[in-house]
């Protein structure tokens, strides 16, 4: 069987037609096509099926290599002409047949020439394999609808043929995609109070984690802690298990609801799989980040039903960083700043501390199990549960810890607290070097009901589902924030205590730490640093799901350019954070356990004005949607002010109409438009009231005339009571252009706006002079004394600005040839973005973020070559993404922000198998990155030298994998 992905079906290889073409001068002449067979072919897998129909038939039926002999097709029961019988039995797949000869038919792969994926196929492949399904696309669920949007689908076999090895690394791979939240970029539980080591999430056309909606299955799934639940953590999800991942790149809040701005990215597991299939990987990199994997995928079926199962183990090796050569946090070698920082030491005072952190990113042990089941209840009936269960083992070694000490009054530093670093106590062994650790589980669970209903084709849906996300943080070493290391160093625990808490102090004779003091009180400071070093668990939280959704599909009425469908349903969903046992959270949240509750009714129409039977001159056909949704969200027990606690509720009804413009048989149209929003999340809503005091230093009043009145206001951070929802309109336009002369080209392009406003961010896009010369920016920033008009409180809080604005062009250009030497297929896939900017206020210079350090790249594309011939074959892949600017740092010679021009990024990924005909064995191997590129060198970068968002420091990685398919 020859491995072709859904954008080569349709091109078998030479040499399988001319061995049909051979066996068919020995098969026996078959009936007239119009003589009709008496058939009862149960539901089973094709190579059983055809053996039945072609005993019945007397035709010789053959499989193309590209067809697996495990596919599962559906009964066929009655009188039907051999062509009827095939026609059943391949219908709504993706796969076709033809006459090689008088006697023998072949059955082969329907062609279609892009991964962006057809909508009219119905079939699957897993791992190589495929599976007939119900036409549903992302982005609707109209049956049989041509998306208004692009879809970009990766299949399995282009998963293989990159060498992927996990969900992060194929949606980085995605030019649409910032890489904002990477497993290499969140080094230990200090990211956020939520904690995000070993964890990574999808940030479409930058416009941030929140804006990109992640479904499983096409159903919502459980939020990270470490990103407060407003986005998935990519690490926790199956990648044995996937089947393709398909990404609609439009905006898609009136199919999906809250947070579908930027696109949806909607991942498809395995299900209706016959067989076993077990595949071991191993992968070695040139920076030490060296993992082993291996699966197992099961399946069989009956008449009525089938249930698969996938199951997975991967363990990795953590990203060393003297492998990739940081040794030292001094970069001026390179240009750069020498980042050691300056800290006190037992041996020296205001010494630069350079202990480089061992590890960039964590060891990891993950194992995952998938479960899939269908039922037909009845001729019109039918059940489902897709069961997942993983969990994520991580674990990462820090540098040196640092704490505050006590210095006493004889000291040069002292009387008072000052920073100090334990890297001598590291090195001489005193006490450990530091772990963070994390332990992910996920449970999703989807039981679904679908039913025929008494009305043409109507169908009635129900799901209902449950997601968990569970993240257990610990550390080990010396946690110089626990209770006992602030009591014994500081005198007190000078921790956040929650209101009416008291604060713990050293009592008389307790021992104590004496960073700073004389030589004789090291044996003191050693042993009691060695009782203080502890595995603790420092955040045990929860993010959950419940989700319940109906809705009806079917045609309305028949109109001249075919069926109008419609779909009506509605929706209810709670989702729900726990931070109880993570005491850190108290420092971002009022309400520890926030809540959120959902109410939907959503609508949606398929129009064809124009199909087969009323075309004319420049119209082939012409397909109108039109969608709506109307979203509640009700989020109770929220802080509103100091003292006040209420619920906030907030709706939005969100409009979409596209068009799917077919002008001739070369060209097609695509537009959208439509309303996408983001209601406020339970991060945003649950900020508690922080008093930091004072100012450090005096605030300038640019409103006091002719003398300079300087002021030490209080500092307040809190919520913010009026705070409104995202909203945003996304327009997409694109062209499809597959010219006849040309066989093999398929090119789109899509042009792509998205206009936010009332945007939530801080009030610190605007400086202290801009807020307190205008104080309609922010109204309430700065509280004044109503007689001397003296400030008095400076306060903090989210709020909205006036919004984002993006632009970008997306190109997809597929050519694909057969030729005597095999199959050659060449793509360039990639994104140009125009612009990325955030305004603040009508009239402020917009802050730009596209081709910066804090944005997508100007241009992210790949242009890849791939080669099949029987069973074999080979890929080249060119990854590119453009040079930015590095605008987030402060020129340590100058004390001023200043900016750098980083170099572009190239790499180069090679990959080939070879699968041994008629055996189920199959081998693969390749090399990720085979120049090992050097990363761009940040100059700004404060621990590391690169950006982690745009690179992969696991430089070269070389992998191989063995396939082994059974019968069951």
């Known amino acids: 069987m020859k491995e072709v992905n859904r954008s080569r079906a349709g091109f078998g290889s030479v040499l399988s037609a001319l061995s049909v073409l051979a066996l068919a001068f020995a098969a026996p002449v078959h009936a007239a096509d119009d003589d009709k067979i008496s058939l009862d072919i149960d539901r089973q897998s094709i190579s059983l099926a055809i053996v039945e129909l072609s005993n019945a038939s007397g035709v010789q039926i053959m499989l193309s290599d590209q067809v697996s002999s495990a596919l599962v097709v559906p009964e066929v029961q009655g009188d039907y002409s051999l062509e009827g019988a095939l026609r059943k039995m391949l219908d709504g797949s993706e796969l076709t047949f033809e006459y090689v000869s008088e006697n023998t038919i072949l059955i082969s792969r329907k062609p279609v020439l892009t991964e962006q994926g057809n909508p009219h196929n119905g079939a699957a492949e897993v791992a190589g394999e495929t599976v007939l399904e119900e036409i549903l696309v992302t982005g609707t669920r109209l049956r049989n609808q041509s998306p208004v949007s692009p879809i970009t689908v990766v299949t399995r076999a282009e998963i293989d043929r990159r060498g992927f090895n996990s969900i992060e690394e194929v949606v980085r791979a995605l030019p649409q995609n910032f890489s904002s939240f990477t497993a290499a970029g969140s080094l230990d539980n200090t990211l956020t109070p939520g904690g995000g080591v070993g964890q990574a999430s999808a940030n479409l056309r930058g416009l941030g984690e929140d804006a990109t909606l992640v479904l499983i299955n096409g159903r919502r799934v459980a939020g990270s802690t470490a990103e407060f639940g407003e986005a998935v953590n990519l690490n926790t999800i199956p990648f044995g298990a996937i089947e393709r991942v398909e990404v609609e790149l439009g905006g898609t809040g009136a199919i999906y609801g809250s947070d579908a701005i930027a696109g949806t990215i909607n991942i498809i597991l395995k299900k209706d799989y016959t067989g076993a299939e077990t595949t071991v990987r191993y992968e070695n990199s040139s920076g030490g980040a060296d993992s082993r994997t291996i699966e197992q995928t099961l399946g069989t079926a009956w008449n009525t039903g089938s249930l698969s199962a996938a199951l997975s183990y991967k363990s990795a090796d953590g990203l060393s960083a003297a492998d990739v050569g940081i040794t030292s946090r001094d970069f001026t070698d390179r240009g750069g700043f020498d980042r050691r920082p300056i800290l006190n030491t037992q041996s020296e005072l205001f010494t630069r501390v350079d202990d480089v952190r061992p590890m960039l990113s964590s060891d990891s042990d993950s194992w995952s199990a998938t479960l899939n089941l269908q039922q037909d209840l009845g001729a019109s009936s039918q059940v489902f549960a897709d069961l997942i269960v993983s969990e994520n083992d991580t674990s990462i070694a820090g540098a040196a810890p640092g704490g505050f000490g006590r210095v006493n009054d004889s000291h040069p530093l002292g009387p008072g607290f000052a920073r100090y670093s334990f890297i001598e106590e590291l090195e001489d062994g005193v006490i450990p070097r530091p772990v963070s650790s994390s332990k992910q589980e996920r449970l999703h669970l989807n039981l679904g009901f679908e039913t025929d209903l008494p009305f043409k084709d109507w169908r009635a849906n129900m799901v209902l589902g449950y997601s968990e996300e569970s993240v257990v ?402 890929t080249v892949v060119y990854n590119y993404s453009s040079g930015y600017t590095s605008n987030l740092f402060f020129d340590l010679s100058t004390f001023e922000r200043t900016t750098d021009e980083i170099d572009s990024y190239a790499t180069v990924d090679v990959s080939a198998f070879y699968r041994l005909p008629a055996s189920g064995w199959q081998f693969r191997g390749g090399v990720r990155n085979l120049t090992d590129s050097s990363m761009p060198f940040l100059r700004g970068g404060f621990a590391l030298p690169y950006d982690p968002t745009r690179v992969d420091p696991e430089g070269r990685v070389i ?10």
């Open 473 to 874: 943080l610990s550390t080990f070493g010396l946690d110089t924030q626990s209770p006992e290391y602030l009591i014994a160093a500081l005198g007190q625990d000078v921790r956040f205590p929650q209101p009416g808490e008291p604060v713990n102090f050293i009592q008389p004779g307790d021992p104590f730490i004496d960073l700073f003091g004389p030589a004789s009180d090291a044996a003191q400071n050693e042993d009691l640093l060695r009782s203080l070093v502890a595995d603790r668990v420092i955040g045990d939280e929860d993010s959950t799901t419940n989700d319940i959704e109906a809705y009806v599909e079917g045609a309305l009425l028949d109109l001249p350019g075919g069926e109008l469908r419609m779909v009506l349903g509605g929706q209810y969903r709670k989702f729900a954070l726990d931070y109880s046992d993570a005491p850190r959270a108290a420092n971002s949240f009022s309400n520890l356990k926030p809540e959120q509750t959902l109410e939907a009714a959503f609508f949606e129409f398929g129009v064809p004005l124009v199909g087969e039977d009323n075309a004319f001159p420049g119209v082939k056909s012409l397909i109108v949607t039109a969608s709506g949704r109307w979203d509640n969200y009700t989020n109770p027990d929220v802080q509103r002010r100091e003292d006040v606690f209420e619920t906030a509720e907030f709706d939005h009804f969100s409009p979409r109409f596209g068009m799917v413009w077919t002008l001739t048989d070369d060209l097609l149209l695509r537009a959208s438009w439509g309303e996408s929003f983001r209601a406020p999340g339970p991060f945003e809503l649950n900020r508690p009231f922080s008093n930091f005091g004072p100012t450090f230093s005096p605030v300038d009043d640019p409103l006091t005339e002719d003398v300079v009145e300087e002021y030490f206001p209080i500092q307040i951070s809190g919520a913010n009571p009026n705070l409104q929802p995202e909203t945003s309109e996304n327009t997409a336009i694109g062209l499809e252009w597959t010219p006849s002369f040309l066989s093999g080209l398929r090119t789109v392009v899509t042009f792509n706006r998205i206009n936010y406003t009332n945007l939530i961010t801080s009030s610190s896009v605007f400086s202290l002079d801009e807020l307190l010369s205008n104080a309609e920016l922010v109204p309430g920033f700065a509280v004044r004394d109503p007689v001397t008009n003296e400030i008095l409180e400076l306060r903090r809080f989210p709020i909205n600005i006036a919004g984002r604005f993006s632009e970008s062009v997306d190109v997809d250009i597929l050519y694909e040839v057969d030729t005597g030497a095999g199959t050659f297929a060449g793509r360039l896939f990639g994104t140009y973005t125009i612009k990325l900017e955030d305004i603040a206020r009508e009239g402020f210079e917009p802050d730009r973020s596209h081709a910066t350090q804090s944005g997508p790249d100007r241009v992210k594309a790949s242009v890849s070559l791939d080669w099949y011939r029987d069973n074999y074959g080979a």
């Open 959 to 968: 992998f191989a994998e063995v396939r082994k398919s059974f019968e069951l």
